[in-house]
């Protein structure tokens, strides 16, 4: 039986990580064998594709070369990791994957869906997350999570709020446009109210 594929959205700061790890706990609860990974990351060579994308010193990187570079490390990690594991059985949760691209380049970055659906296409050839959750809060509560974290920021987290402002859009009207796929959580909310949200949805999800 093939696995499921989860994936997690969400701006700067929402509670993506911290969440994973409850997904993780709910997973082993349950017994069923999973991956977890991250975007962009997930391979060895992926994750090197990261490194370029999050160092502050490529300020002169192109948006296309920062859509390209993103979705050159999805195709490698699809293939290497997580197609086969669904073939396995296993679940496979992901810390993002391409709503991000839609959100960050096609909408922050003003490359515009169309094109980031033109790659996906070529890409991903139709394959797609069973369920997204999208950690929905007020920029400015993110980028002060952010902040309190104290860890040095990347050369997306330097953007503007208004850059942020658009990516929670888009991730707002995606959700809107399927909202079979998308579960949106209000992440301003207190991790045990976000998490028993969390824990409903796989509950339908494990049955379904
Ligand atoms: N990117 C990625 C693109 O541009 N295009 C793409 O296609 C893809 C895939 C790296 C960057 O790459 C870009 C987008 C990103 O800028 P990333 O590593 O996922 O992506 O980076 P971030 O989104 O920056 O991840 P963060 O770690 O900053 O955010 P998280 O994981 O959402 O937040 P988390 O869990 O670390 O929480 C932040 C803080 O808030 C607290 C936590 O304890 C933590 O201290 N917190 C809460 N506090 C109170 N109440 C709650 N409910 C809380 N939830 C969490």
């Known amino acids: 039986m093939a696995g499921k594929f989860i994936t997690l959205e969400g701006g700067e700061g929402a509670g993506k990580s911290t969440n994973l ?11 069923i064998p999973f991956v977890v ?7 060895k060579l992926s994750e090197k594709i990261r490194e370029l ?4 010193s490529n300020s002169n990187m192109t948006t296309e070369c920062e ?4 979705f050159a490390a999805r195709a490698q ?39 980031i659906k033109l790659i996906e296409d070529w890409v991903q050839q139709g394959f797609a997350p069973n369920q997204t959750f999208v950690f929905d809060l007020p920029v400015e509560v993110g980028m002060q999570r952010v ?4 860890a040095e920021i990347d050369r997306f987290e330097q953007e503007k709020v208004e850059f942020f402002e658009q990516v929670r859009q888009a991730y707002l009207t995606r959700a809107s446009q ?5 579960c949106v959580l209000d992440a301003a909310q207190s991790l045990d109210q976000v998490q028993a ?11 379904t």
């Not at 990974?37 to 391979?43: D, I, K, M, S």
């Not at 902040?147 to 104290?150: F, L, S």
């Not at 949200?197 to 049955?207: A, G, S």
């Open 21 to 31: 790890a409850f997904i993780k706990d709910w997973l082993e609860a349950h017994d």
């Open 37 to 43: 990974t991250r975007e962009p990351g997930g391979t």
């Open 53 to 56: 994308l999050l160092d502050k």
């Open 67 to 70: 859509l390209l570079l993103v």
């Open 77 to 115: 990690h699809i293939d290497e990791v997580i197609k086969p594991a669904l073939a396995e059985g296993k679940w496979v949760v992901s810390d993002r994957f391409t709503d991000a691209t839609y959100a960050y380049q096609g909408a922050a970055r003003g490359l515009g869906f169309d094109r």
């Open 147 to 150: 902040r309190n974290r104290g």
């Open 178 to 182: 399927v909202p079979e796929r998308y």
């Open 197 to 207: 949200h969390i824990q409903y949805q796989l509950d339908v999800l494990v049955n």
